[in-house]
């Protein structure tokens, strides 16, 4: 089961910056496995990023999911608070959270 974290467009500027002329929209969901949860009544919470482009007349999406992160609900609350806020995206995010995990938040 997926929860809308936050999402939010990567200035228009910043993109600018790097050539890009079209808009970005990122989108940051909780995971919560429901098998696990089924089997040992606990949850277990991942991270999934979704990046949609608007190039003119088409849309490209992007998405990363990384499943098993943590039983910790706030661990992983601040990870994906920390995800939006650095926009972070999906190429990235594997990167991000392990260095994030290894801070221990």
């Known amino acids: 089961m997926k929860v809308f ?4 467009f990567i200035e228009a500027k910043a993109l600018e910056e790097v050539g890009i002329k079209h808009p ?5 969901y909780k995971m919560i496995n429901e098998d ?4 040992k009544e606990k949850e277990i919470y991942g ?5 949609t482009e608007y190039i003119k007349d088409s849309i490209q999406v992007e998405e990363a999911e ?3 992160i943590s039983n910790d609900e706030i661990k992983i609350n601040k990870m994906l ?6 926009t972070v995206t999906p190429i990235g995010a594997e990167d991000v959270a ?3 995990l290894k801070q221990s938040l």
């Open 24 to 28: 970005i929209k990122l989108e940051y």
């Open 98 to 100: 392990q260095d994030l």
């Open 5 to 8: 974290y936050g999402g939010r």
């Open 66 to 68: 990384i499943r098993h």
């Open 47 to 51: 991270i999934k990023i979704i990046k």
């Open 81 to 86: 608070n920390l995800f939006r806020e650095h």
């Open 36 to 39: 696990e949860l089924i089997k």
